[in-house]
């Protein structure tokens, strides 16, 4: 066993969502649709398998750009995707797992080390330098959502995978943490308690959609994901078998909607069905002769026309903007070399035609667009992009998590490790330390 499944808790290694063995819960709360999947974990030649067994999906109500913006009208969004996902599989659930893009998740990357007796490293020397590590690493109005160990040292010989064994004066780790608002998250939580269900877990949303929609080979390589949701699209970077970096910016496929609907002075609806129907993210020669119908922003039964050149030429910019604006980020984060030559598109408003193309144009890299994988059971109507984030959730939840934080935040304090931040590797400091340890252990 790795010491990355080491630090796994054990109910999570044995696929348990702590309720009923085997079964577990995904919920993904975004800005235009609520999603469900209750899955099952089957035991092949292969390992565990994920099989889903229930799906569940609403529009959102109460949400805008991933946070809760009416309690009330999320809460019964929520209730009523769950319950009919649990309708579909013939049983109920007690508990969730949920993801997040509100709260503008961010990256930081921090070193801890610890001085060693003259003997060999023990598990509990792991795990008092890394809950030393994460108490002292807080910042108000932030809570940690994961905390992934990238890499250890003893003495001077770092990059090492597994330190157990070995004989050193000082231990030291690498550590991958991913901290959100404080407020967005709690709101969120409240609406699942509203809705009578105990919260598992919270993941970051490009973190979750990374481990459906990515191959083995690229998360090992080295890959770029972009999830390009409707209230905003977020990025993460893997590479070395382990997440490095993620980011957020506040732009989404609403937005394009928002565009089109002024720059064609029709309704919301009626631009979002312009979009998907006659839309794409590149020119053809044919655009200028195509004629499409525009209903009358008064909702009247009155219908003008336009070229469909006009309506691409509304939704190419926002995507380039979108694009330029993640590989900034990323090129400033230094993380942009690390990902390789792939990058990988995922989530609704992916979809749109030609968008892998200019994603293509801006970043200079190879791309796809990818759903959900490693998962059984999914329909034809679940299987897109605009589902790689649930499947994901339920994808580490039966692999299990390769953290050092898996639960619901909780605070915690101790103190035992000398804290190293990386200034060039750090986006925002934040956080509220779980007491993973207590409870795993």
């Given at each position: 066993m790795s010491v990355f499944e080491f630090l796994r808790p054990q109910a999570v290694r044995n696929g348990s969502n702590g309720k009923t063995p085997g079964v577990c819960a995904a919920l993904d709360v975004g800005s235009s649709k609520i999603a469900c999947f209750i899955a099952k974990t089957d035991q092949t030649i292969a390992g565990p398998r994920p099989r889903v067994v229930g799906v569940g999906h609403q529009s959102s109500r109460g949400v805008r750009a991933g946070a809760i913006v009416d309690m009330d009208e999320a809460a019964e969004a929520i209730r009523a995707a769950v319950e009919q996902a649990e309708r579909m599989a013939g049983q109920a659930v007690n508990s969730v797992t949920l993801t997040l893009s509100a709260g503008q998740p961010t990256s930081t990357r921090i070193g801890a080390e610890i001085d060693l007796p003259q003997r060999e490293v023990t598990e509990r020397d792991l795990r008092r330098l890394l809950d030393g590590a994460l108490s002292e690493f807080a910042v108000a109005d932030r809570v940690v959502l994961h905390a992934i160990p990238l890499a250890w040292s003893v003495d001077d010989h770092r990059g090492i995978r597994d330190p157990r064994g070995m004989f050193g004066r000082t231990l030291g780790v690498e550590v991958h943490v991913i901290t959100a608002a404080i407020g967005p998250l709690r709101n969120l939580m409240t609406c699942v308690e509203r809705c009578h269900f105990d919260l598992k877990g919270v993941v970051a949303t490009p973190y979750a959609s990374g481990l459906s929609a990515l191959g083995d080979d690229e998360v090992q390589l080295g890959a770029t994901l972009i999830d390009m949701g409707a209230g905003a699209t977020t990025a993460a970077v893997f590479a070395e078998g382990a997440l490095l970096h993620i980011d957020t910016v506040p732009v989404g496929g609403s937005h394009v909607t928002s565009d089109v609907a002024r720059g064609l002075s029709t309704p919301l609806a009626a631009a979002e069905r312009l979009k998907t129907l006659y839309g794409s993210a590149l020119d053809s020669p044919d655009d200028d002769q195509q004629m499409i119908e525009v209903p009358s922003v008064t909702g009247d039964r009155i219908y003008g026309s336009a070229p469909r050149s006009l309506l691409n030429s509304i939704i190419r910019p926002r995507l380039e903007e979108t694009f330029e604006l993640i590989r900034d980020r990323l090129d400033a984060a230094g993380v942009s070399k690390t990902s390789g030559r792939r990058l990988v598109l995922t989530g609704g408003a992916s979809q749109l035609p030609g968008t892998g193309e200019l994603a293509a144009r801006v970043f200079g890299k190879q791309?796809?667009?990818?759903?959900?994988?490693?998962?059984?059971?999914?329909?034809?109507?679940?299987?897109?992009?605009?589902?790689?984030?649930?499947?994901?959730?339920?994808?580490?939840?039966?692999?299990?998590?390769?953290?050092?934080?898996?639960?619901?935040?909780?605070?915690?304090?101790?103190?035992?490790?000398?804290?190293?931040?990386?200034?060039?590797?750090?986006?925002?400091?934040?956080?509220?330390?779980?007491?993973?340890?207590?409870?795993?252990?």
């Amino acid at each position: 066993m790795s010491v990355f499944e080491f630090l796994r808790p054990q109910a999570v290694r044995n696929g348990s969502n702590g309720k009923t063995p085997g079964v577990c819960a995904a919920l993904d709360v975004g800005s235009s649709k609520i999603a469900c999947f209750i899955a099952k974990t089957d035991q092949t030649i292969a390992g565990p398998r994920p099989r889903v067994v229930g799906v569940g999906h609403q529009s959102s109500r109460g949400v805008r750009a991933g946070a809760i913006v009416d309690m009330d009208e999320a809460a019964e969004a929520i209730r009523a995707a769950v319950e009919q996902a649990e309708r579909m599989a013939g049983q109920a659930v007690n508990s969730v797992t949920l993801t997040l893009s509100a709260g503008q998740p961010t990256s930081t990357r921090i070193g801890a080390e610890i001085d060693l007796p003259q003997r060999e490293v023990t598990e509990r020397d792991l795990r008092r330098l890394l809950d030393g590590a994460l108490s002292e690493f807080a910042v108000a109005d932030r809570v940690v959502l994961h905390a992934i160990p990238l890499a250890w040292s003893v003495d001077d010989h770092r990059g090492i995978r597994d330190p157990r064994g070995m004989f050193g004066r000082t231990l030291g780790v690498e550590v991958h943490v991913i901290t959100a608002a404080i407020g967005p998250l709690r709101n969120l939580m409240t609406c699942v308690e509203r809705c009578h269900f105990d919260l598992k877990g919270v993941v970051a949303t490009p973190y979750a959609s990374g481990l459906s929609a990515l191959g083995d080979d690229e998360v090992q390589l080295g890959a770029t994901l972009i999830d390009m949701g409707a209230g905003a699209t977020t990025a993460a970077v893997f590479a070395e078998g382990a997440l490095l970096h993620i980011d957020t910016v506040p732009v989404g496929g609403s937005h394009v909607t928002s565009d089109v609907a002024r720059g064609l002075s029709t309704p919301l609806a009626a631009a979002e069905r312009l979009k998907t129907l006659y839309g794409s993210a590149l020119d053809s020669p044919d655009d200028d002769q195509q004629m499409i119908e525009v209903p009358s922003v008064t909702g009247d039964r009155i219908y003008g026309s336009a070229p469909r050149s006009l309506l691409n030429s509304i939704i190419r910019p926002r995507l380039e903007e979108t694009f330029e604006l993640i590989r900034d980020r990323l090129d400033a984060a230094g993380v942009s070399k690390t990902s390789g030559r792939r990058l990988v598109l995922t989530g609704g408003a992916s979809q749109l035609p030609g968008t892998g193309e200019l994603a293509a144009r801006v970043f200079g890299k190879q791309v796809r667009i990818a759903g959900p994988s490693g998962i059984t059971g999914l329909g034809d109507a679940v299987s897109g992009p605009a589902f790689s984030a649930v499947a994901g959730v339920v994808r580490r939840e039966t692999r299990g998590a390769a953290e050092a934080i898996a639960g619901p935040p909780r605070l915690g304090a101790t103190s035992v490790a000398r804290i190293r931040r990386d200034p060039t590797r750090e986006t925002e400091r934040g956080g509220a330390v779980w007491r993973w340890f207590a409870e795993s252990f």
